[in-house]
């Protein structure tokens, strides 16, 4: 007859690693990534008006900065703790623990600097670009708008580009470290 096991504190206690952490962590920030970047953006844009689309972004990316910029501070917590080779070789990229932890800071300053200075400034521009299309009774897009929705124009494009391009060096940044988790492992040592 089989054993039968039941759950208490200790059996639980043993399912809760840092290694298992690192690995829900890691999936958690890439697939809200993958998520945010490539798919659920993509569908709000196709499905609402464009004002609409600009408040749904502006009222969720900073709650997916917020978290990307957590969960990559985690990771490269976790990720220095376990490779010590990352504070003493921190001016080497070519050794690979420390090039992983590159690949985490990469991650965290592209969120950081969305969140804390391209979002802001990119979600300004864009309101004043609404608040201009109303006074001028005219869509930014139409010809004959004036010269300070063009000057506002061009400041949106600049902002979201650098944005965008931000958002996907995250994101190759994690594909880069979760090719190389996948084949070689995280080896993060057990904080307990």
Known sequence: MAKVSTLN????????SAQG????????????????TFIGGTIAFKTLPRQQFGNLQHRTFPIYFTISIALASGLLGLWTYSHPLVLTHYLQPS???VAQAYALVVTLLCQFANHFVVGPLTSKTMFKRH?????EGKAYNEPGVSDDMKALNKLFAQLHGISSLANLTAFLALVFHGLWIGNVGAGIKSIF
């Not at 504190?9 to 809760?16: D, E, G, I, Y």
């Not at 608040?131 to 006074?135: A, I, M, V, Y």
């Open 21 to 36: 952490a690192y690995q829900v962590g890691y999936a958690w920030l890439f697939g809200m990534t993958l998520w945010v």
């Open 95 to 97: 050794v690979t623990d």
């Open 9 to 16: 504190w200790s059996s639980f206690a043993a399912l809760f």
């Open 131 to 135: 608040k201009l299309e109303k006074e």
